[in-house]
């Protein structure tokens, strides 16, 4: 198992031991402790050389655990959406194609905090058919602060083929159905960990 985390351009790779041939693991820092953990991040995020990290552990659990430390950490939750017609939704927003999600509320669960982004950013009224995957993505704020997102994207449906409502003050120029092979070819203008859910849609 492989977590991919992005920030910018750059990709940090979580693997475990165990799903990596001998010639992967040599461009793997194995086992390393949390301190060792904690310098190559800031390594990572600091360096302009540094564009890919690559760290395994037997557990990766605990190693994403140990990567989380040096992070605010936040949660989101959003939806891939598919309509009557086999056509799943794409927005776009500040340049870029995405897919309506946003920041967990207070007591959410990620199933509720993804039913409500999705009717909040483009007026659709969806249920949710069954997880899809979790994304990883870095940013900074301001103050300097890094925050690691993680993102728990749901499979969804809705009736018919209602006619979605972007979101203006979330900066969401256009709502609109694409079919799959569609979806495909907006993979290379969407952010970089949503390009396998376009390509896999």
Known sequence: MTLNIYFGEKIMHLASNADLSADALQHYTVNPTPEQIAQAVSNFLQSNDTIELNICRTDIYSLLGDVQKSFKLISAAGGLIENGNSELLVIYRRGMYDLPKGKRENNETNEENALREVAEETGLNAHIVAPLADTYH????????????????????????????????????????????????????????????????
């Open 138 to 201: 870095i940013y900074q704020l301001s103050d300097g602060q890094y925050c690691l997102k993680t993102t728990h994207w749901f499979r969804m449906k809705v009736d018919g083929t209602p006619t979605p409502t972007p979101q203006t003050e979330e900066d969401i120029a256009e709502a609109k159905w694409v079919s799959p092979e569609q979806l495909k070819t907006l993979a290379p203008k969407a952010h970089l960990s949503l390009r396998d859910i376009f390509l896999n849609a």
